[in-house]
């Protein structure tokens, strides 16, 4: 990595991605970290509200970009009208699969990054529990990363720390970063719940996490979302 | 490829996606064609309007997909506010070049096949003379089928039937598949313009094509982008 390149962050607001808005911070430093989220009609608008206040803490500058296709698409629980489950869908994947979804994602995100000449995108995706989703894939990132370089000629290098760790090990990792405050500002449910559900897919998830992790969930010690306290 | 299996062009109203249109339609057949359009905020949306004729025309299955992210991007003459001229811009390409645009729409054509069970796209990109787009050639689309393939655990095959003909080459398979009339109804000219300014590089590059194929343009011959002849 050359010196004082710039990182864009995917960045939902939920664990993962404070994760990695950590991480990038601590790899790239502060002034050089961007972060972008995407408000793509996803039934959990909370997120958003979220990933603004922990960013705007950290003083990383932020964009939500709107994304009105998917709806369109129909079909999963995420955008479409289906009930949040956890049963399974098409071809055996969750409903709340959303097809093409970080590869969309991940590619308006190197577009936003190549008209400010940002070459390195970090995003929170995660293979080890990766909730049956392929576009969390190893394998899927790195064709990706390919087709953007070519498809923009614009080399970008995907980054994705969490890719080979399970959701209690980004979670250590993010105490070690320093960082666990910020989630008691994050979302992750996907019924767009606080305090949430607990019963969908995502908070399921979060809490199997922190109880594997030995840590509690600064989320539901808080009692109204409080604002990140930053170090 | 197996028997009846349905094939989805990405088709934006312009002569290169027409004659996919024709080619799709004899490939898979009558009834197993699709066509999908994106208003992406482009400033010729008039292509769309002559989009949606041909393919009513030809009795194929249209659909027009809105994506409102492109012009939030900005820096690109097709969405932005430059304006369109034969100029470089960023990094030596032109200012014409919206970056990610093929790669978004393929993948949102693959996200809207998934949903329908078609694994075929085919889209007009050529890279023979391509207007210096680099997601307009083979490598890119190679790595973009990989990706999406992987990304949603679900086969798909890009088909490029014009990524190594020139344009007068196109037209003449086009001919040859007897859709030369459908072109009086086409759209190419990037300033919205009809009759087309004939200024703009794909107005240049379309009245160069049919020079080098002795043929005379369709669209220069009709009065006022008439519906298209069917056989």
Redesign the interface.
Do not use: H, Q, S
């Given at each position: 990595m050359k010196k004082n390149e710039k990182a864009l962050v995917v960045f939902s607001g939920g664990q993962d991605s404070t994760t990695c808005l950590y991480w990038a911070l601590k790899k790239f430093g502060k002034g050089r970290v961007f972060a972008l989220s995407f408000d793509y009609g996803q039934r959990h608008q909370r997120e958003l509200a979220c990933a603004k206040r922990i960013a705007g803490a950290l003083k990383v500058p932020h964009r939500i970009?709107?994304?009105?296709?998917?709806p369109?698409?129909?079909?999963n629980s995420l955008t479409g009208t289906l009930r949040v489950g956890n049963r399974r869908g098409?071809?055996g994947?969750p409903n709340t699969f959303?097809?093409?979804r970080?590869?969309?994602f991940l590619?308006?995100a190197?577009?936003?990054a190549?008209?400010r000449d940002i070459r390195h995108l970090v995003t929170g995706v995660c293979e080890a529990d990766y909730s049956g989703y392929?576009?969390c894939?190893r394998?899927?990132m790195k064709?990706?990363e390919?087709?953007?370089s070519?498809?923009?000629?614009?080399p970008v290098t995907l980054h994705t720390p969490l890719i080979h760790k399970t959701k209690a090990e980004g979670i250590r990792l993010l105490k070690k970063l320093g960082g666990l405050d910020a989630l008691a500002c994050s979302h992750t449910c996907y019924n767009n719940a606080y305090p949430p559900c607990g019963k969908c897919n995502a908070c399921v998830l979060r809490a199997r996490a922190f109880k594997q992790a030995g840590i509690i969930d600064p989320l539901l010690k808080s009692k109204r979302q409080e604002f990140v306290k930053v170090k």
């Open positions: 970009l709107k994304i009105n296709t998917f369109e698409l129909g079909n098409r071809r994947l959303v097809p093409g970080n590869l969309i590619t308006f190197a577009a936003y190549y008209v392929p576009d894939r394998a899927t064709a990706l390919k087709a953007i070519l498809g923009m000629e614009y």
